[in-house]
């Protein structure tokens, strides 16, 4: 299923209409969905779509050999096979003096294993042919940590080739719930909570075959997270040893994170190591887009604020070291009923607590148009003992919204918007015509807050409103 990513195909399409050769770097984490977004781009066009795996490089430039004789008319490639990586880039060069050729190499890291100048090797040959002829080169990777070293780092022989580039994001929420017609809005927040904006993850949630029209959420968690032989079971393992050589050390920093230490001594102390030791590992994650640092929106100096807190930032991370990793030994000994029942069900909403208040984030940076006309300039949260707002942006006007976030079953009442005021009130932030509240529900509101909202201006989001 192809959803969205129309942006991300504009961009290319409007460099495919260029007349001068492109060069382009594509990258993200696995199954985020570059290999969909290439293949949807190059279906239409002349375009050879290569990917590479493990295999020794005179293996490659044979199956590459092969792949351009289905494309390119022309009985040489019938007889020969490419000795080298120069000499097929050359010949693709030559083939795309008169006409846009699409050349795309994906999974570019595996190339490099067999063949460590590649990159080098590339840089010579678009200096001296791609560059004067119509080629639109693609090189898309997933190890995020190598094409940022060895592709789009200063000291990469590549640096200052490309023309463009691009790191493949995960849907956001309204998109994710694109995959769930059939869910309602607050069941599609539950999925984005449990699986973020992975396609290939959302696709494993959707009906199968036992459940043509709709499985329920518990269903689909039993089924796709609780069996040691489902996909999603031990997908982290292999994130992590894709992006990292010895994930342990990773790993344990993630678990103590999604076990509730935030900050850096909490977390330190929870895996035993040195606090200076620990900041590096977490800077590693951070790069890695596994882990974020949050500080008050509030703070001068975010960078150096004492007031930091690490949260996982991808959702099915957040769900797989919370109620996966610690109870992988019921869930392989075949108690599945059981870890839902006992370990997931009553700790669920209370799950969804934070990552609403990301969701709700999100609505307010992406869609903030259909219901409020100044644009935030900043979206964050403040906390300080004894206060926290969970959502206060800054506008370009200079105005503010204050918001809370309450992931209950109960109806949200006037209590919690009073409460909102006292708080947004001892921050003492300048407040003007365009400054107002925003209460985001996972259920409803009392009627009584519904008829002061409309006196007041204040604005009431539920999960249909998000969507």
């Not at 789009?152 to 493949?168: H, M």
């Not at 956001?172 to 999925?191: I, M, Q, T, W």
Request: glycine fraction near 6%; hydrophobic fraction near 40%; aromatic fraction near 12%.
């Amino acid at each position: 299923m192809f959803i969205n990513r129309e942006q991300e195909i504009d961009a290319l399409e409007k460099m495919y209409r260029a007349r001068q050769a492109e060069f382009f770097v594509l990258y993200g984490r696995r199954r985020v969905g570059k290999t969909e977004l290439l293949k949807h781009f190059c279906k239409d066009k002349w375009s050879i779509y290569f990917i590479a795996s493990q295999l020794r490089e005179n293996d490659h430039l044979r199956q590459i050999t092969e792949v351009a004789g289905h494309v390119i008319d022309d009985p040489l490639l019938q007889n020969i096979t490419f000795n080298d990586w120069e000499s097929a880039l050359i010949y693709f060069a030559q083939k795309s003096q008169d006409k846009k050729l699409v050349l795309v190499l994906d999974e570019f890291q595996y190339l490099c294993e067999d063949n460590a100048a590649l990159p080098s090797l590339i840089q010579r040959f678009w200096d001296e042919h791609g560059n004067n002829s119509k080629l639109f080169l693609i090189l898309c990777g997933s190890q995020i940590s190598f094409m940022e070293r060895e592709v789009l780092a200063e000291r990469s022989p590549l640096y200052g080739r490309r023309t463009g580039q691009l790191q493949l994001m995960p849907l956001n929420y309204r998109d994710a719930g694109s995959f769930f017609p059939n869910y309602s809005s607050k069941e599609k927040l539950e999925v984005y909570g449990i699986l973020g904006g992975i396609p290939a993850y959302l696709n494993r949630f959707t009906p199968q075959s036992q459940h043509p029209s709709k499985r329920t959420i518990k269903q689909a968690i039993i089924e796709e997270l609780l069996s040691p032989h489902a996909y999603l079971f031990d997908e982290v393992n292999f994130l992590l040893r894709m992006e990292l050589r010895d994930p342990r050390t990773y790993a344990s920093l993630m678990q103590a994170i999604a076990g509730g230490a935030t900050r850096l001594n909490e977390i330190s102390q929870r895996v035993g190591l040195e606090a200076t030791n620990a900041s590096k590992y977490l800077s590693v994650l951070r790069e890695l887009g596994f882990i974020k640092r949050d500080t008050p929106i509030t703070e001068l100096a975010p960078q150096k604020s004492r007031k930091g807190i690490y949260k996982i930032a991808d959702n099915y991370l957040r769900f797989w070291y919370r109620f996966i990793q610690p109870n992988r030994s019921l869930i392989e000994s075949g108690n599945a009923d059981l870890v839902f029942q006992q370990m997931i069900a009553p700790h669920f909403s209370d799950f969804m607590g934070n990552i609403f208040e990301d969701i709700s984030k999100q609505y307010i940076k992406h869609y903030w148009k259909e219901k409020i006309e100044i644009a935030p300039k900043q979206i964050g949260a403040h906390w300080e003992s004894n206060l926290e707002i969970d959502i206060l942006t800054e506008n370009i006007d200079g105005s503010h919204w204050f918001g809370e976030c309450k992931w209950w079953n109960q109806p949200v009442g006037e209590n919690v918007l009073d409460r909102l005021i006292e708080k947004s009130n001892k921050i003492g932030l300048p407040w003007n015509e365009n400054s107002r509240y925003i209460l985001f529900s996972a259920g409803s509101f009392t009627d009584s807050l519904k008829e002061r909202a409309k006196k007041e201006g204040i604005l009431l989001l539920s999960p249909n409103d998000l969507f």
